[in-house]
C-alpha cells in the first residue's frame, strides 16, 4: 500500500529543521507521496527547495491567512507577484495555505487576500488548498463567486469542517475533504465522514500539528496536560488515521487506501 500525505508543514519549525529524516521514515512506512503548503513568502520559498530535493515531494505556494494580519496590502501583493516566478516550477502544484480564519481579525482585508490567491490559481491553473475556521458561509459565497469550472476536483477543504453546506457545496462541484489526526478522536468529524463520498475523501497529517492518536494521549500525559505541546505529528503519523478511516467506513484496507491514494492524485493533477 502506498499513502499521500496531501497536508504537511516541513517547512516551519520544528519540522524544518529536520526536514530530511522526516522524509526518509515516511518513506520507510510507505507514505509515498507529501505537498508541503506554505503559508507565507519565506517558507514557501522554503518549501520549494524541499520539494526539489526528493522524489514525489510537492509543495504550494500561499499566504495563510493568520499570517497576512501584520502585513499591508501593498506588501502581499509584492511577496505575491515575486512568487509568481515559481508557479511553472515542476514540483509547485497548487496555490495554499489559502483561505478565511475567525480567530486572525481583519476580516475584510482576509477576504481581499483571499481572493488575490484564488484568481492567482485560475490564470495559473492550479488546484487551491484551502483553510477555513468557523467561516463557511462567507468562504462558499466567495468560492461560488470566483468559481471557474477549471476547479472541479482542483479544490481541497483542508482539514475540514464538519459542515453540512461545505459537504454539499463539494459533491455538486467535485472537491475534496481533508481528514487529519483529529478525526481519531473528534465524535463529530467521525460521524461527518460516513456521509462524504469516497471519492472526495484525501487524508493529511498537517505535520506538526494535530496528533492522532494514540500519541496525542501518551503525549498528553507526558506533558501534563498542556495541550500545546501535542506535537511534533510527523507524516509518518498518516497510517494511524488511515486505520480510523478504515475502522469508520469498514473496508478493506487495499481497496481504501488505493481509493485514496488516486484520490489525491487527481486533486494534484499527478495523474
Known sequence: MKFFDTHCHLNIPPLREIYKEIIESAQKNNIDYIVIPGTNYEDSIFAIEIANSFNNIYCALGFHPNEIIELSLKEI???LD???NN???DKVIAIGEIGLDKKAGNFDFQKEIFILQIR???????PLIIHNRELSNDLLKILKQEWNDYFENNIVFHCTEPNEEILEFAKIKKLYLGFDGDLTYR????EFIKKVPLDLIVMETDSPFLLPEPLRTFIKH??????ENFFPNKPENLILIFNK???ILNLDKEILAQKLLENSLRLFNLK
Not at 492567482?120 to 492550479?126: D, G, I, M
Not at 507526558?222 to 495541550?227: A, F, P, S
Open 187 to 190: 465524535k463529530d468529524k467521525q
Open 222 to 227: 507526558q506533558t501534563r496536560n498542556k495541550e
Open 82 to 84: 515575486k512568487l509568481k
Open 120 to 126: 492567482l490559481a485560475k490564470k495559473y491553473n492550479k
Open 77 to 79: 501583493i509584492i511577496k
Open 87 to 89: 508557479l511553472n516550477e
Open 245 to 247: 478511516i478504515v475502522e
